[in-house]
T-cell receptor, first 109, second 112 residues
Framework: RKEVEQDPGPFNVPEGATVAFNCTYS??????FFWYRQDCRKEPKLLMS???SGNEDGRFTAQLNRASQYISLLIRDSKLSDSATYLC??????????FGTGTSLTVIP | GAGVSQSPSNKVTEKGKDVELRCDPI?????LYWYRQSLGQGLEFLIYFQGNSAPDKSGLPSDRFSAERTGGSVSTLTIQRTQQEDSAVYLC??????????FGSGTRLTVV
């Protein structure tokens, strides 16, 4: 079983829509959780960390459910510039990071 | 420097030749990772350095791949006798323990 699993999509949504991505992880001892964004032919960049209590950054909301071992990312009022691949990242004990394969989002005018 | 620096940004090499890819992590970051990403694919873990500990080499795909990190800073990934399937973007990332990490812009390797 993979350490981190994501629905690859693609998700094609109109501008202004709300879209949510989920990611599941297999190791219940996982310690830290992140969402990264990767634009085409660019390196991944940290979008936001995910905290147990959930956290929000503008139009982006991240949630962690430890009991079910999944994290989510909600994007409200989608912009064209949100089009990218969103990567779920989990850090286990020992400081090893595991990446999901990414979920592709295209926001359509 | 302010970010993770990788060189060269692009490398075209002939099949069978050796290549060296360099990564300069963010100063003070104790952890350094190498990943590769083939076109349209996810990130594939290669190797991980943490401080002075023995590196985690579990992701290296074959014995043609090796990496070292000198003085806890700069890292070099070496691919010997390159094959066409080695063509990919090689990404280096560094982190301060426990935090998310920062990627370099990668080296695009093309084996012809």
């Amino acid at each position: 079983r993979k350490e981190v699993e994501q629905d690859p999509g693609p998700f094609n949504v109109p501008e202004g829509a709300t879209v949510a991505f989920n990611c599941t992880y297999s190791n219940s001892a996982s310690q830290s959780f992140f969402w990264y964004r990767q634009d085409c032919r660019k390196e991944p960049k940290l979008l936001m960390s995910v905290y147990s209590s959930g956290n929000e950054d503008g139009r982006f909301t991240a949630q962690l459910n430890r009991a079910s071992q999944y994290i989510s990312l909600l994007i409200r009022d989608s912009k064209l510039s949100d089009s990218a691949t969103y990567l779920c990242v989990v850090r286990n004990t020992g400081n090893q990071f595991y990446f999901g394969t990414g979920t592709s989002l295209t926001v359509i005018p | 420097g302010a970010g993770v620096s990788q060189s060269p940004s692009n490398k075209v090499t002939e099949k069978g030749k050796d290549v060296e890819l360099r990564c300069d992590p963010i100063s003070g970051h104790t952890a350094l990772y190498w990943y590769r990403q083939s076109l349209g694919q996810g990130l594939e873990f290669l190797i991980y350095f943490q401080g002075n500990s023995a590196p985690d080499k579990s992701g290296l795909p074959s014995d043609r791949f090796s990496a070292e990190r000198t003085g806890g800073s700069v890292s070099t990934l070496t691919i010997q006798r390159t094959q066409q399937e080695d063509s990919a973007v090689y990404l280096c990332a560094s982190s301060w323990t426990g935090n998310g990490y920062t990627f370099g812009s990668g080296t695009r390797l093309t084996v012809v």
